[in-house]
């Protein structure tokens, strides 16, 4: 009999799905962020987006427990129908392509510090070879199932969540006690009101998205331990540590550096770098700090690797899918279609290495996943309010985000609000010359609808079958 998830584990692999320590620098740079705006937006969205969206993932993976490991698939399948519940899957599994694709750009940035190689994150092609080797690594390990990575997806999470406290701790000793220099940031209200920029917009689609995943560990609802108690209370203690961490992440690195001064690939190693300085620690610290970071990554990709594939090709209707990407191994992960997801994101690796440079790489991979990534959730939030308008008839009587029907109904819209300005936020035009914002928004309202349309392709190409 597997062992199942008890509560402390699944607090660690939900911070570990849940918080990048990335998101710190790519919110706080001035280029494609907010600058010091990110303090007090950490703050807004995790209790207007994150907090809440959480919440809804909790109570639907309770509602639905009995309906397999489908997540988020099943949550929409069952409010609005079979095709959306496609949808939902597509879009999620879709989005995760150009996740990955930022993700391991990020991760070798970050093992090229551990390595003491930092030059090595400015050279596209060891950048892109090294995410493809390891890409392919990860997706090998995602195909045992979560019990054979928990090392990676439970420790992981202590390998963001330690740099994040160190980066803090740091900081707060070097600038406010001993006072080594002043702070590279003024505070006040005028620094920190958000700016009505492109960039910015962008920035606010960023934080959304980063506030996004709560989702993912219901796919694993029947692996864990009293899910009706357990999943709910892992969820709100996490999400409470995350939007912590978020916040005063932002201060400690303003602190250390400018706004001016911070990259989105590396402003956290550079930081940390720069405050060890002060304190007089020597450059092994970034070393073993770059190597927790990208340790942390394992684990949240292995877990993003066989969730969303396991929801959309293990999850959906017999005949959608060739059947060979739709069997599964004896730990429920179809195999040939991780494969099949493996090869599409080396070729997205391999095609970004003709971009100018590893930064803008980064940003442009990390802005089409907020992009797409958002377009899910726009269907699981308007089946949570259908859900939550049909409940007065069910005899549900597990978890609840409020007893009250018209709070859980108005949080829901507030939340389907936010989300959908997240997607039009991350369409604003961001590039230096009226030719470079074309091609952007091209890919970026290309990219969206090419995903959508082909999701419907595949679906009425489902149903022409079965009519036959």
Do not use: H
Not at 280 to 287: K, L, S
Not at 331 to 336: D, F, M, N, R
Request: proline share 4%; charged share 15%; aromatic share 12%.
């Amino acid at each position: 009999m597997a062992k199942k998830i008890k509560l402390f584990d699944l607090i660690l692999m939900s911070i570990s799905t849940l918080y990048g320590i990335r998101w710190i620098a790519k919110s706080t740079a001035s280029s494609f962020g907010l600058g010091l705006a990110a303090i007090p937006s950490w703050l807004v969205f995790a209790i207007l987006f994150f907090i809440p969206q959480a919440l809804i993932c909790a109570e639907l993976a309770n509602r639905f427990s009995d309906k397999s490991d489908g997540g988020l698939y099943v949550w929409v399948k069952e409010a609005l129908g079979e095709k959306y519940g496609f949808m939902a899957a597509w879009l999620n599994w879709t989005s995760k392509i150009f996740w990955y694709a930022s993700f391991m750009t990020f991760f070798v940035i970050n093992i090229s510090y551990f390595i003491g190689k930092p030059e090595m994150a400015n050279n596209k092609i060891i950048v892109m070879v090294l995410s493809v080797v390891i890409f392919w690594l990860l997706s090998m390990m995602s195909m045992k199932g979560m019990g054979g990575s928990k090392i990676f997806t439970s420790f992981g999470a202590f390998g963001s969540f330690i740099p994040s406290v160190i980066l803090i701790t740091f900081a707060f000793i070097a600038i406010v006690i001993l006072k080594k220099q002043p702070s590279a940031s003024v505070y006040s209200l005028a620094t920190m009101t958000p700016k009505l920029t492109p960039d910015s917009l962008v920035a606010v689609s960023g934080i959304i998205f980063g506030f996004t995943g709560a989702e993912v560990i219901a796919n694993f609802i029947t692996e864990i331990d009293n899910p009706k108690k357990t999943y709910p209370k892992a969820i709100l203690i996490s999400a409470i540590l995350v939007a912590g961490l978020y916040i005063l992440g932002s201060i400690a690195i303003t602190m250390i550096l400018p706004p001016e001064e911070i990259q989105a690939s590396t402003g956290i190693l550079d930081s940390i770098g720069k405050v060890s300085a002060m304190l007089g620690i020597g450059n092994w610290i970034v070393r073993i700090i770059a190597g927790g970071v990208a340790f942390s990554m394992l684990g949240a990709t292995i877990i993003y690797i066989a969730s969303p594939i396991k929801m959309l090709f293990g999850s959906v209707p017999k005949g959608m899918f060739p059947e060979k990407f739709t069997k599964v191994n004896s730990v429920g992960i179809p195999e040939k279609a991780v494969i099949l997801q493996t090869v599409i994101v080396s070729l997205l690796l391999i095609a970004t290495a003709v971009m100018p440079g590893v930064d803008i790489i980064y940003n442009i991979l990390v802005t089409m996943t907020a992009l797409t990534a958002l377009l899910p959730y726009v269907l699981l939030l308007i089946s949570y309010i259908k859900i939550r308008k049909a409940s007065k008839n069910d005899n549900y009587n597990g978890y609840e985000m409020s007893k009250s029907n018209k709070v859980c109904i108005g949080i829901g819209y507030e939340t389907l609000v936010l989300c959908v300005m997240g997607i039009l936020f991350s369409c604003a035009p961001v590039m230096g010359t009226f030719r470079d914002n074309i091609i952007y928004e091209i890919e970026m309202i290309g990219g969206g609808l090419i995903v959508i349309i082909s999701g419907l392709i595949i679906w009425n190409r489902y149903i022409k079958k079965i009519n036959k």
